[in-house]
């Protein structure tokens, strides 16, 4: 997936093992309503989650691979930090009949 935002993200038959496995998670799914407030980084999302930055970390990537986040490394107080957002406002699930 591109690393924009965009408004609709359309599931079809092509990604859908990879976004139900994305949405499977409780973790990834309080990631998601996280990031719709506002932009977060790592470690205040596993700081609201009461995890580990190593396992947020790892949810990121899940949901990075999936295309439901778009994650950039943005300069912060001790190095580098790794800032989150959604990377779309709405996931329409797309069920094509086949014939």
């Known amino acids: 997936m591109a690393n924009e ?3 609709d993200l359309i599931i079809d038959d ?3 093992s990879q976004i139900s496995k ?3 998670s409780k973790t990834r799914w309080s990631i998601l309503k ?3 407030m506002k932009k ?3 470690s205040r999302i596993a700081d609201a989650l009461n995890q580990t ?3 947020i970390s790892a949810q990121i990537k899940i949901l990075e691979k999936a295309g439901l986040v778009i994650a950039k490394y943005e300069p912060g ?3 580098v930090r790794k800032v989150c957002e959604p990377a779309c406002e709405n996931l329409i ?3 094509i009949k086949k014939e």
């Open 22 to 24: 994305a949405l499977s």
């Open 14 to 16: 092509n990604n859908i």
């Open 77 to 79: 107080e001790h190095g």
């Open 34 to 36: 996280l990031l719709r």
């Open 40 to 42: 977060m980084d790592v």
């Open 93 to 95: 699930f797309r069920i």
């Open 5 to 7: 935002r965009v408004i």
């Open 53 to 55: 930055e190593a396992n």
